[in-house]
Structure formats: structure tokens, C-alpha cells
């Protein structure tokens, strides 16, 4: 099936789009309250030297398995591994990005809602209110539910329309967007009064505050935010014309992914510094603390808080659909090809699989107390799932593969592109994949599972 591929239709789409599979919530959300928990820029500059040791070679890992065997992500790793084994890495990734891709939705379609609230002012009130708010959206039985189908079929839309007019179209005008959102949103946190302590906070580092478990998070949102171990790299390379330079393709992407979060923190730290707010706050910075940081800059400057409380949340809403439609291709190209489906078919059968999933994740954290896996609410439960076992484990095998398991003729062949660029950075790419990725993610999975 290979002959009948799709390829990207130019190399901004490939950027773009496969930016976008990694650019998310985690960006705008995770990396924002990790870095005011691990102590500003100290953990900023640890995390950009993960990206370079970590993020850029396994990424390059990937693109060449997906590249080499131009199919679905089981596909690619049975033909680059030659063997079945092999295959089975491909499917946990399948497996895993229905998981993420179900939890998610649910998460996605509260920043919808938040949007919407936003805009109506349903967002205002004591720091009492605005918890009472989020505590009723997320434990009502229906409204969810229903944000959540609207950004899993907003996203079914847009990938059975197909990797040109769909995932490469969607992505070159959603990419440009929020980071022209994000630049708007930076430039008026910043000028906000007192926002010099945040941006001192963030770029001016403070290395007594670095310890161990700030070299782990850093190590961690690293493999997270880049997406690596859920097979949408894999998938979205099998789509790579045969040109594509990988290892430039990865540092691109790379780069920019981390602009993103760079740009992020540059909206969130200012506001918080600027209403006395800690930047410490934790998970529950977007939902619970961010709404109280608006609130506070509307009496003084209300335009700029009307602003802010809408862009970030419609920012927010963007990044989701930016990883919601990577994860749903990574099941409809398995489905697609094992099943011999149409992609429209194919399509179908991922949105109702990841559909019924976001349903009881909804359910799961109030609405239906039982649903609960190991004393989690199944929402939480999928979360430390794919987090802290699924993904780890499925870049771990890759950079196994890539490094070991298959001749290394393989590989080189893949980042010279056939021998046709010649650069001394492809055995530096090479030893990486080979030694340092696999340390560092083992530790990565050891630290999540509390072990050190």
C-alpha cells in the first residue's frame, strides 16, 4: 500500500504539522507550572540542554523508522525490524495514542468551555467562585461530554479530508495563528505594571534552586512536549517525501516546539508576577489560578484582561486541535491499512474507539464516582498510564531498534538521505540514539515510577 501514500506537499506543511503533533497543552500548560515549580530559569535551562540530548536525536529515530517503511506505524516497525516482534512497538503506539487521545479530548473541551466562559464573563468572582466553577463543570454529567465530542469531531473532520487538504492545510492555519496569538499575548503580559519580576523569573537563573527531581522534570517535559513514544512522529514521517532532510527536519521542529513554551511562559509568568500570584501553583495553574490572574488585571486595565482571559483560552483551544488531529491519524493510518479501510471508514472507527473512552474518562471524575482504576478516577488513571509506562516504554524500544536492532547501514542510509548529505552530525546523531537517549529515558521511567 505503500505506492498509494499521500506525501506532505511541501516542507513548511511537514514543519508545521509535525509541530504541531507536538506543540499542546503540555507547551502552554505543563511547561509553564514544571518551570515556577523547579524555580524559573534554572529549570528552562536545564530542559533546552533535554532537548538536545534527548529530543533531537530520538525525534530523528522515529522519522526514520516512518520514513523507511512508508505505512502505518505497526507497519513500519515490522518492515525496518524485520521482524513481528518489531510490530508490536508500532501497536502500543496505536494503543497508546487512543488512550492520550480519549483523556485528552475530555481536558481539550474544558479549555473550550473556558473559552466560551471567558467571553460571557462566567469566569469572574471570588478565588471561592472560581473553583466552585471548575468543580461544577467537571463533575456535571453532560456539558463536558459534549465539549469534549466537539473537539474529537472537529478533529475527525479535519483528518478524513486526508493529509493535504486536511492535516497539511489544517496545520498551516492553525500553527501561524497561535503563534501570532501567542506573540500578541506575550507583548501585553509583558507590558503589564510590575511583569519585570516574572520575566526575571524566567530568563535570570537561579541555580540554587536546581536539585534532582528538577534534572528528572526537565528530562521528562522534554520526551513529553516532542511527543516522542506515541508512534505520531512514526506516522507522520511515513508521509515524508524521500528528500526531507530528517536530522534538520527534527532540529526545526524541535526549535520551534520549544519557541512555543519559550512564549508561554513569557504570557503566564508576567501576569502572575504582575497580581502577586505564585507561579508555583501546580496543575491547577490554567483552570483554577489563570482565571483569578485575568481577573485581577481587568479593574486596572480591563481591555488587556478581556484580552488576555479570551486569546489565552482560545490559544489553548488551538494548541489541543494541534495534537488531537496527530493522535487521531495515528489510528486512522493503522486502521486504514490493516483493515483495508477507506480513510473515511477508517477515520470513523478511531473517533467512535476514542469517542466512548472520552465519555467514561468525563464520567469518571465526578459524575460516576466508580469509575476507577487503581484508586484513580479513569481520567487520571490513562493520564499516569501513558505518561509515566506507555510513552517511555515505546521510545525506549525505538531508540533500541534504531540504535541496535537493525544494521546500522539502515539508519545512516536514513539521516544522509542515501548518502546524498554529508555531515559530521550524523554519527554525533547516531551515538545518541544509541547510548545517550536510552539512558536518559530509562531514567525518566524509573524517576516517574518513583524509584529514584
Known amino acids: 500500500m505503500s505506492s498509494e501514500r499521500v506525501n506532505f506537499g511541501s516542507k513548511l ?9 507536538a506543540v499542546g497543552l503540555g507547551n502552554i500548560w505543563r511547561f509553564p507550572y514544571l518551570t515556577g515549580e523547579n524555580g524559573g530559569a534554572a529549570f528552562l535551562l536545564i530542559y533546552l540542554i533535554s532537548i538536545f540530548l534527548l529530543g533531537i536525536p530520538a525525534m530523528a529515530a522515529e522519522f526514520a523508522v516512518g520514513r ?47 473559552l466560551f466562559a471567558a467571553a460571557t464573563g462566567a469566569l469572574s468572582g471570588s478565588p471561592a467562585d472560581v473553583n466552585a466553577y471548575f468543580q461544577s463543570l467537571t463533575t456535571n454529567p453532560v456539558e463536558p461530554i459534549l465539549w469534549a465530542l466537539v473537539i474529537i469531531l472537529l478533529t475527525h473532520y479535519i483528518v478524513t479530508n486526508g493529509i493535504r487538504k486536511g492535516i497539511e492545510r489544517a496545520s498551516k ?13 506575550t507583548v501585553v503580559a509583558c507590558s503589564l505594571p510590575g511583569a519585570e519580576e516574572g520575566v526575571r523569573f524566567f530568563l535570570m537563573p537561579d541555580f540554587s534552586a536546581i536539585n ?3 534534572f528528572f522534570d526537565a528530562l521528562g517535559q522534554a520526551f513529553f512536549s516532542l511527543s516522542l513514544g506515541t508512534a505520531c512522529l512514526c ?3 511515513s508521509y515524508f517525501k524521500d528528500d526531507t532532510k530528517l536530522v534538520n527536519s527534527a532540529l526545526q521542529i524541535a526549535l520551534l516546539d520549544t519557541l512555543i513554551a519559550l512564549l508561554a511562559g513569557l504570557v503566564i509568568f508576567p501576569a502572575a508576577f504582575s497580581v502577586g500570584i505564585s507561579p508555583n501553583s501546580g496543575p491547577s495553574l490554567v483552570f483554577l489560578t489563570l482565571p483569578q490572574v485575568f481577573q485581577r488585571v481587568m479593574p486596572a486595565v480591563p481591555l488587556v484582561g478581556v484580552i488576555m482571559s479570551i486569546g489565552f483560552y482560545f ?20 486502521f486504514r491499512e490493516e483493515l483495508k479501510l477507506s480513510r473515511r471508514k ?14 467514561a474518562c468525563s464520567l469518571s471524575v465526578g459524575a460516576v464516582g466508580g469509575l476507577k482504576v487503581m484508586g484513580l478516577s479513569l481520567l487520571d488513571f490513562c493520564n ?28 545512516r542510509s536514513q539521516l544522509t538521505n542515501c548518502g546524498a548529505l554529508v555531515s559530521r552530525s550524523t554519527d554525533v546523531v547516531i551515538f545518541m540514539i544509541r547510548y545517550v537517549c536510552p539512558v536518559c529515558i530509562l531514567l525518566v521511567f524509573i524517576h516517574q515510577l518513583g524509584v529514584i
Do not use: D
Open 384 to 411: 499516569e498510564l501513558t505518561g509515566e509506562v506507555l510513552l517511555p516504554m515505546g521510545a525506549l524500544l525505538t531508540c533500541l531498534l534504531v540504535g541496535w536492532g537493525i544494521p546500522r547501514s539502515i539508519i
Open 13 to 21: 506543511g511537514i514543519i508545521l504539522a509535525t509541530a504541531g503533533s
Open 173 to 185: 492555519l492553525l500553527m501561524p495563528l497561535l503563534f501570532i496569538l501567542l506573540v500578541v499575548l
Open 315 to 334: 490559544l489553548l483551544v488551538l494548541a489541543a486541535l494541534t495534537s488531537t488531529i496527530s493522535m487521531h491519524e495515528i489510528g486512522t493510518a493503522f
Open 346 to 359: 477508517a477515520a470513523l472507527v478511531q473517533t467512535s474507539l476514542v469517542s466512548m473512552l472520552a465519555v
Open 235 to 237: 506516522t507522520y514521517a
Open 68 to 114: 523507511y517503511g512508508k505505512a502505518n506505524a505497526a507497519r513500519s516497525y515490522l518492515r525496518i525490524g524485520g521482524k513481528r516482534a518489531w510490530a508490536a512497538v508500532g501497536i502500543l503506539g496505536v494503543l497508546t495514542s487512543i488512550i492520550i487521545l480519549g483523556f485528552y479530548a475530555v481536558v481539550a473541551g474544558w479549555c473550550l468551555q473556558y
Open 212 to 214: 534532582s527531581t528538577t
